[in-house]
C-alpha cells in the first residue's frame, strides 16, 4: 500500500463517519484524524456484519462503511453520555 492509496483510504473512511455521525443521534469528538479512526473501525464492522456489497472506492465498501460508523458512532455516544454524568 503506497502513501498515496493510505491517505486516500483515509479520507473515504472519514467521509463514511461524517455521513454516519449525521445519520444517527450523537457524536464523536475530534477533528479529521477520530473522523477517520471512527470511519476505519466503521468499516471493519460493516465489513464483517453485513459483507462486500454496493459501491466500492479506494478498498472500502461504501454501503457496510457508512452502517458500520453509524453503529459505531451510536455505541460511542452512548457511552460518551454514560461517563459524562455528574454524580450526585
Given at each position: 500500500m503506497s502513501i498515496?492509496?493510505?491517505?486516500?483510504?483515509?479520507?473515504?473512511?472519514?467521509?463514511?463517519a461524517y455521513i454516519a455521525e449525521r445519520l444517527?443521534?450523537?457524536?464523536?469528538?475530534?477533528?479529521?484524524f477520530t473522523s477517520a479512526i471512527v470511519g476505519i473501525i466503521g468499516a471493519w464492522i460493516g465489513g464483517n456484519l453485513i459483507g462486500h456489497i454496493g459501491p466500492d472506492l479506494a478498498g472500502i465498501s461504501l454501503l457496510p462503511a457508512i452502517l458500520g460508523s453509524a453503529?459505531?458512532?451510536?455505541?460511542?455516544?452512548?457511552?460518551?453520555?454514560?461517563?459524562?454524568?455528574?454524580?450526585?
Open positions: 498515496l492509496s493510505f491517505i486516500l483510504f483515509l479520507i473515504v473512511a472519514a467521509c463514511c444517527v443521534p450523537g457524536s464523536v469528538p475530534g477533528g479529521f453503529v459505531f458512532v451510536f455505541v460511542l455516544s452512548l457511552l460518551s453520555r454514560g461517563f459524562n454524568r455528574k454524580a450526585i
